[in-house]
């Protein structure tokens, strides 16, 4: 496949190469050789590299396009018309961290081209025919990212990378300054680019905010933020200088605007902004001025709804035309040197399409979900076990060695134990669920959670815990109360109000060798930055075949049975949003000792398995101390440093043969309660506290309910998209062929005050469905 056969017809593509060609054709060379700079710190040497990358970036458009209307490649995004986001390359160094536009294809290539055995290349078109050897997704989606290069992939939609390129920023100083192990030096600066449409969504406005409002406090935060704006987003037209309006005066925001279409503006100017951030390690805003070219995608037809005089002058502003052409004005190179570079960069990607297509894809669900959920047990209770401080790099290397996709390690199975580790603790009856309630050391929820989090905080420097009001107020309901005070403002902080820049935070500081403990103040709230779990913490995985990871523990207050306080924003039962998220671990604590023990968990599966782990605490049980009567303390209970609970593992209560409550939550001491009250009547109940409700602990549900064969599902979520639904599901696949029922809180928001009642879960609800069950 020739590069003039890679264009057939009078495609778009063709159109484009064509124009190229006949432009440098028709120039008159210089016969005097350049022999000084073109601009300031431009030289002829440089302006060549610069050509050659989007010379390479354009010819991979070319091929993507064929490989695309050949059935050889996939959907793809080009980058034709942005190439001057090659000058980033040439600003900045390898090592300085960029997350990327979908069209930042040229800054790609040029810095792929400088790391030593990285071909660009190659690299992309194995992401655009899906193979397995692409060496950043693994064959799962197109995506510009690469480990050696410093490239995070992100798929970049609505600019929803932008909050953790904040996060990241952020981070670079505060691990110098902890002695945390980062892969990233202390004076870097973070890339971010995006389109001019992007920087109009929430997420955009919310995240340059959040750089800015930190910056403001003296907190360094080196970020460059890169705006290409081409002046369309699909469709839509983006008004004149409206980007330069919107940000160009924002203060606290170094604003540089370029030429993309003029590669020694765009040189220049990003030399300039790039220095700026390195010097002074605040955010600034690069306005690059680019054209779009061959449309939105390879199916998109522009002339639909383009002007064909809009679609001819952006023709005329070809960057890599525009590169060329001044390489012959600069007498740098004769038009003839410039379509020779120009056709052996072509053949090198017409032949490398037609070698990388027939690499063989995924073939299984099991090889492309391999990176989502690592899971290596044995090290994670090692880890939760552990009694002396990390070394400087143990954090960075437990998650670097986390083999997601590897051979199966030792000691995987759920049922591996050790005599430290906690198997289903078993009551030994049912009237008598906490033998050590009430003594000195016994703790409620709230107070369990404070003390592992200083616990966590005191062994080990890449533990973080911020938030709203986390600091010097200590929460809401005072569970981070203190914290501050003893371990410090860098290790324990407030944020600003905003859910997305709380997640960025976290997804950020991740990368750069901590493990985040962010918290978001009430479960409703999370549903504002939903994206940040669903799109960028739960897919980094996924998108970079395991080799970058998000290790991070997000405590969210939840649920219901507020007393006196709430409306739905304060009581949410709604958690079916986090429950379908691919690889993401939800553990939900209903008493003090499970409380302590889940969180070590996850930390240290954050940790050693790079895992993204949701922790709800049920608000109502934060101080509550007493299960049957008023003063039995039976909702206390003392902790260990030593306390950990293997992910998907339940915990029973009591050994009744007649019927097994399902619950987890508030519903535990719901469920223990009502259990009292059915043994005053003869019959056996025991309760199973799911604990994790993602993944479910699906061994130790399919024994409990065989050992009685009567489940009844005690689920304060809503009846439709909760956590019973599940259960259900999960009993029904496993052939359990006893009787099954389920009680459930109403399909509603919850209002406020008693009327609340009316629409949860309660004992008496949970007391007659019981009833039923048994008489069947």
């Known amino acids: 496949m020739s590069e003039r056969a890679a264009n057939p017809g009078s495609s778009p593509g063709k159109v484009l190469d064509d124009r190229f060609r006949a432009a440098v054709g028709a120039l008159t060379p210089v016969l005097d050789r350049a022999a000084a700079d073109i601009a300031p710190g431009v030289s002829g040497a440089t302006l060549l590299e610069l050509f050659e990358a989007q010379a390479t970036s354009r010819q991979l458009d070319l091929a993507a396009r064929q490989l695309g209307a050949s059935k050889r490649g996939y959907y793809s995004i080009g980058s034709s018309g942005h190439e001057g986001n090659a000058a980033l390359g040439v600003a900045l160094r390898v090592s300085d961290p960029a997350l990327l536009h979908y069209r930042s294809g040229a800054?790609?290539?040029?810095?792929?081209?400088?790391?030593?055995?990285?071909?660009?290349?190659?690299?992309?078109?194995?992401?655009?025919?899906?193979?397995?050897?692409?060496?950043?997704?693994?064959?799962?989606?197109?995506?510009?990212?690469?480990?050696?290069?410093?490239?995070?992939?992100?798929?970049?939609?609505?600019?929803?990378?932008?909050p953790r390129a904040v996060g990241l920023a952020f981070a670079i100083d505060r691990a110098a300054r902890l002695g945390v192990s980062s892969e990233w030096p202390s004076d870097a600066v973070v890339l971010c680019s995006f389109g001019d449409a992007s920087a109009n969504h929430s997420?955009?406005?919310?995240?340059?905010?959040?750089?800015?409002?930190?910056?403001?406090?003296?907190?360094?935060?080196?970020?460059?933020?890169?705006?290409?704006?081409?002046?369309?987003?699909?469709?839509?037209?983006?008004?004149?200088?409206?980007?330069?309006?919107?940000?160009?005066?924002?203060?606290?925001?170094?604003?540089?605007?370029?030429?993309?279409?003029?590669?020694?503006?765009?040189?220049t100017t990003s030399i300039a902004a790039a220095a700026w951030?390195?010097?002074?390690?605040?955010?600034?805003?690069?306005?690059m001025r680019t054209v779009r070219l061959l449309g939105h995608a390879g199916s998109d037809v522009e002339a639909a709804y383009r002007r064909p005089a809009d679609i001819a002058a952006d023709l005329l502003r070809d960057p890599v035309t525009a590169t060329a052409r001044l390489l012959v004005a600069a007498g740098v190179a004769t038009p003839a040197e410039v379509l020779e570079r120009y056709d052996d960069i072509a053949h090198r990607v017409t032949r490398t399409a037609e070698l990388v297509w027939r690499e063989p894809k995924l073939t299984s669900a099991t090889a492309v979900m391999a990176p989502l959920a690592p899971s290596r047990p044995a090290l994670v209770r090692a880890d939760?076990?552990?009694?002396?401080?990390?070394?400087?790099?143990?954090?960075?290397e437990a998650q670097a060695d986390s083999s997601p996709v590897g051979a199966p390690q030792a000691d995987t199975s759920p049922h591996a134990t050790t005599a430290a580790d906690s198997t289903p603790r078993m009551a030994p009856a049912m009237v008598d669920t906490n033998p050590v309630a009430g003594s000195d050391d016994s703790l409620t929820l709230g107070q369990a959670i404070n003390r592992t989090l200083a616990s966590l905080l005191a062994r080990d420097p890449d533990v973080l815990v911020f938030g709203e009001d986390v600091g010097l107020k200590g929460g809401v309901y005072g569970v981070t109360k203190g914290l501050q005070k003893q371990f410090g403002k860098r290790r324990v902080f407030d944020t600003l109000l905003d859910e997305q820049s709380v997640l960025g935070t976290a997804l950020g500081t991740a990368l750069a060798g901590f493990v985040p403990i962010p918290e978001i103040q009430y479960l409703a709230y999370v549903h504002n930055a939903a994206d940040q779990l669903r799109g960028e913490a739960a897919t980094l995985s996924f998108f970079s075949h395991g080799r970058y990871h998000n290790p991070m523990v997000v405590r969210i207050a939840g649920y219901a049975y507020q007393k006196g306080f709430g409306g739905h924003f304060h009581n949410d039962n709604s958690i079916a949003a986090l429950r379908d998220i691919p690889g993401l671990v939800v553990?939900?604590?209903?008493?003090?000792?499970?409380?302590?023990?889940?969180?070590?968990?996850?930390?240290?599966?954050?940790r050693v398995d790079g895992r993204v782990c949701i922790y709800l605490e049920p608000i109502a049980l934060y101080h509550t101390r007493d299960l049957h009567e008023p003063g039995d303390n039976g909702w206390l209970a003392t902790l260990s440093d030593t306390d950990h609970v293997e992910i998907g593992r339940a915990r029973v209560y009591g050994d009744g043969t007649d019927l097994t409550i399902v619950t987890f939550a508030n519903g535990v001491p719901m469920s223990l309660r009502v259990a009292r009250r059915l043994a005053d009547r003869g019959i056996r109940p025991r309760v199973l506290d799911l604990r994790w409700l993602s993944p479910l602990p699906l061994d130790d549900l399919l024994q409990h309910a065989r050992a009685t064969g009567r489940v009844l599902i005690a689920d304060e979520t809503r009846h439709s998209g909760g956590v019973s639904e599940s259960v259900c599901a999960a009993l029904i696949d496993a052939g359990f062929d006893g009787h099954i029922a389920r009680v459930t809180s109403e399909d509603t928001f919850i209002p406020l005050g008693?009327?609340?009642?009316?629409?949860?879960?309660?004992?008496?609800?949970?007391?007659?469905?019981?009833?039923k069950l048994l008489a069947q």
């Open 754 to 771: 008693p009327a609340a009642d009316t629409v949860l879960l309660d004992e008496a609800k949970i007391e007659t469905a019981a009833g």
């Open 587 to 606: 553990a939900s604590p209903a008493r003090a000792d499970d409380a302590a023990a889940l969180l070590r968990t996850c930390v240290s599966a954050a």
């Open 203 to 267: 997420t955009a406005a919310g995240a340059i905010n959040a750089a800015i409002h930190t910056a403001r406090q003296g907190v360094p935060l080196p970020i460059l933020f890169l705006c290409e704006d081409n002046g369309i987003g699909i469709s839509v037209p983006t008004p004149a200088d409206w980007v330069q309006q919107a940000y160009g005066s924002r203060p606290g925001l170094e604003y540089f605007g370029a030429d993309g279409c003029d590669p020694v503006d765009a040189l």
């Open 384 to 396: 939760v076990l552990r009694t002396g401080q990390l070394g400087a790099s143990s954090a960075t």
């Open 107 to 162: 800054f790609f290539v040029q810095r792929a081209r400088q790391v030593p055995g990285l071909d660009p290349i190659r690299d992309v078109l194995l992401g655009v025919v899906a193979a397995a050897a692409d060496p950043i997704s693994g064959g799962r989606h197109k995506v510009f990212g690469s480990k050696p290069a410093a490239i995070i992939p992100q798929t970049s939609t609505i600019a929803s990378h932008l």
């Open 277 to 287: 951030v390195r010097e002074h390690r605040k955010p600034a805003f690069l306005h």
